[in-house]
């Protein structure tokens, strides 16, 4: 099993920044590809961003494409989602995920195994 924690949320206004944070423990090992979802108040939950393992490979959904970037702390078994120029339609609460096998492009989008208790962001203007 993996348990992940996610911090970094909080109320900023629109066009500034905000840093999330997702500490994983346990059989880290198993979590080759790690990420973000996001829900939005009446809306269905949405893929973020994930990155691989090792940190090579990295995919986006549109919607966030050259504002987010995610990364990760590969000794620290942490990673993280910046985001910048944020807007009202980025408020939602975060949940930072996990899941056992590697993915490339739109395969990264489904299929998590682990998630966490996710955090609130909100945006306003």
């Known amino acids: 099993q993996v348990q992940l924690v996610e911090s970094g949320g909080g109320l900023v206004q629109a066009g500034e920044s905000l840093r999330l944070s997702c500490a994983a423990s346990?059989?880290?090992?198993?979590?080759?590809?790690q990420g973000w979802f996001r829900q939005a108040p009446g809306k269905e939950r949405e893929f973020v961003a994930a990155?691989?393992?090792?940190?090579?490979?990295?995919h986006y959904a549109d919607s966030v494409k050259g504002r987010f970037t995610i990364s990760r702390d590969y000794f620290e078994n942490t990673w993280y989602l910046q985001m910048n120029s944020l807007k009202l339609e980025d408020t939602a609460v975060y949940y930072c995920?996990?899941?056992?096998?590697?993915?490339?492009?739109?395969?990264?989008?489904?299929?998590?195994?682990?998630w966490g208790q996710g955090t609130q962001v909100t945006v306003s203007s």
């Open positions: 995920v996990a899941k056992r096998e590697l993915c490339s492009g739109y395969g990264c989008r489904t299929g998590y195994d682990y």
């Open positions: 346990g059989r880290t090992s198993s979590s080759a590809t």
């Open positions: 990155i691989s393992y090792s940190g090579g490979n990295t």
